[in-house]
């Protein structure tokens, strides 16, 4: 069965570092996300992205965070300078389209901010 | 308005037993409810879905409930199994819209 793949599994950074985590896509998928999970909290979303441009995103993706499908099969995600409250799970999703589709989760990047 | 209210945070079940996970919404423009479970070091995984024009769907031992004048909805697992142990999540999307706002998630432990 086809899956969103994400790497890498686990990033540490230095506080005000920029950090890449990558996330490869089901392959015939057109939306794509990130959301991100604090320790023990909710998953949270963070950005949607479609047709090569972000189609919506939350109070939390301010101009820190960054997205982009740099080929036809991988999708980031960019922190610029990174703060410890970014420490989180960030998973990467995609769906075949909009709404009242499901979305599909990768396994995650375990970011640590030190 | 856009929260998802998930209850209980935690719950233990004995094998062979019903776990019911409840979850209500405000929003009334919501019109897709799917439910994932994530084992520990994995990502959600979609495990049932349902729209409010039913008001229940089943697949396999897992039901979706779906009281839309009571902005509710529930898991239903029956016959649970060990195997079942893993934090789950109800989330609702609004057709349209890309994002889904999740709950806040129920640990379920299933004790053989």
């Known amino acids: 069965e086809p899956e969103v793949t994400q790497t890498p599994s686990h990033q540490v950074t230095q506080m005000g570092q920029e950090v890449i985590l990558r996330c490869v896509p089901i392959s015939n998928h057109l939306y794509f996300y990130w959301y991100r999970q604090i320790l023990g909290q909710k998953v949270e979303f963070l950005v949607s992205?479609?047709?090569?441009?972000?189609?919506?995103k939350s109070e939390i993706f301010d101009d820190q965070f960054s997205v982009e499908r740099p080929d036809g099969s991988n999708f980031t995600l960019k922190i610029r300078s990174t703060k410890l409250e970014d420490s989180a799970m960030y998973f990467c999703?995609?769906?075949?389209?909009?709404?009242?589709?499901?979305?599909?989760f990768g396994d995650g990047t375990r970011l640590s901010i030190l | 308005q856009q929260q998802v209210k998930q209850s209980p945070q935690s719950l233990i079940v004995q094998k062979g037993g019903i776990s019911i996970i409840n979850c209500a919404y405000e929003?009334?423009?919501?019109?897709?409810f799917p439910w994932y479970q994530q084992f520990p070091g994995k990502g959600p995984a979609l495990l049932i879905a349902?729209?409010?024009?039913?008001s229940e769907k089943k697949e396999g031992r897992f039901t979706i409930s779906f009281n839309k004048s009571a902005k509710q909805f529930s898991l239903h697992i029956m016959d649970s199994q060990p195997g079942d142990s893993a934090t789950y999540f109800c989330a609702a999307g609004i057709q349209g819209a890309q994002k889904l706002v999740f709950g806040q998630g129920t640990r379920l432990t299933i004790n053989p």
């Open positions: 349902i729209r409010p024009d039913v």
């Open positions: 992205f479609y047709n090569n441009e972000i189609s919506e």
């Open positions: 929003n009334t423009a919501f019109d897709y």
């Open positions: 999703a995609s769906s075949v389209r909009e709404g009242n589709q499901p979305q599909h």
